[in-house]
């Protein structure tokens, strides 16, 4: 592993950014963090006695940031020098926040559409588990219809398109339908992470008609799951026979291709400071290594260290190229 490392190193140090361009979409949100920091049944307790006594208030922390997969992985790839459109709807209020947060960023904010609601997620930090409130905006509602000529242009020339969140998104197999079929007539690679589906009316239905409209008619070039999606979707093995399919776990990360290899990489030795947008930071590092045309092993690696510099940022930070290969040279895999 240290020589793909060594590997690694060497087609960063020689990486060309400025000519590439990323469409993402659809979901941006407001993340609320409240670190309560302590188990799920000390909460419970407090809950309930505050309940008993007809109300009060609870003590901890609290920090608002961007959120939401799309948002996320904007971010990620601005900070590895990648113009990235983000195709998003929200309400003037989201496009303010928008604004602030990508100040001096090259994500480019032109195509969001205000005429939305903002859509925000609460998460609670308990010792063991994080607990997620969300209210997912206008996200929920984000179909093909949405999609505008300026969205089209912007896809057609893009290098590659990425759509996070089908699971929160109600017309979300409409939206991939329509942008991953302009997509491949353009030549656009496609990139697709449906994220959690549990909170979908009929999911085991929905997952059949996602499966049927756009996964065996081979519109996804890669498909980014964890180990709780990966059992709804199917095995790998099942997987490959239509798209690329990657797995990000705790412990490795794998691609089995659809031309029947196979490659799987150990993750980073970090003591983690966050987990939530772990995956959104694995999933940029994924399509930097397939624009700058890696082997799977690099592409794994490169995934893997993005995730992991990320998780272990004190501020939350994403890697420049610059900063990620000093992270390679210094930070050991797990054995």
């Known amino acids: 592993m240290e020589n793909l490392k060594i590997e690694l190193i060497k ?12 469409v993402v979409m659809p979901h941006f949100c407001i993340d609320s963090f409240i670190n309560y920091n302590k ?28 959120g939401g997969k799309a948002a996320n992985v904007a971010a990620a790839l601005s900070s590895l020098g990648i113009k990235t459109y983000l195709i998003s709807k929200t309400n003037k209020q989201g496009l303010s926040l928008l604004k602030e ?3 001096n960023s090259l994500v480019n904010l032109s195509l969001i559409k205000t005429d939305g609601s903002l859509a925000i997620t609460t ?11 969300s209210d997912p905006g206008s996200t929920v509602n984000f179909g093909g219809n949405i999609i505008e000529p300026k969205d089209e242009k912007a ?20 939206l991939a339908k ?80 659809t031309n029947n290899s196979s490659s799987q990489v150990p993750v980073f030795n970090i003591k983690p400071k966050r987990f939530t947008g772990a995956g959104d930071s694995w999933n940029s590092g994924n399509i930097f290594g397939e624009l700058l045309d890696l082997d799977n092993s690099l592409k794994l690696l490169l995934s893997n260290a993005i ?9 939350g930070n994403h890697p420049t190229i610059k900063e990620l290969v000093t992270f390679l040279q210094k930070t050991k895999l797990k054995k």
């Open 101 to 103: 947060f990508f100040k």
């Open 307 to 315: 995730a992991a510099y990320y998780m272990s940022s004190p501020d």
């Open 155 to 174: 896809i057609k020339s893009s290098d590659l398109v990425y759509i996070s969140d089908w699971g929160l998104n109600d017309k979300g197999t409409e």
């Open 11 to 22: 087609k960063l140090k020689t990486a060309q950014t400025k000519k590439l361009k990323v």
């Open 123 to 133: 998460a609670i930090e308990l010792k063991e588990t994080n607990i997620m409130i």
């Open 178 to 257: 329509k942008v991953f079929t302009l997509a491949k007539k353009n030549n656009t690679k496609t990139f697709f992470d449906p994220g959690d589906s549990s909170s979908k009316k009929n999911e085991r239905d929905e997952i059949k008609k996602l499966t049927k409209n756009i996964l065996n008619k081979k519109l996804v070039d890669f498909l980014s799951v964890n180990e709780g999606e990966i059992k709804k979707f199917g095995d790998l093995n099942n997987l490959k026979k239509t798209t690329n399919a990657q797995l990000h776990t705790s412990k490795y990360s794998k691609i089995i291709s």
């Open 39 to 66: 188990s799920f049944t000390s909460l419970s307790k407090n809950l309930k006695k505050i309940k008993n006594q007809g109300g009060g208030n609870i003590r901890a922390g609290h920090n608002m940031v961007r």
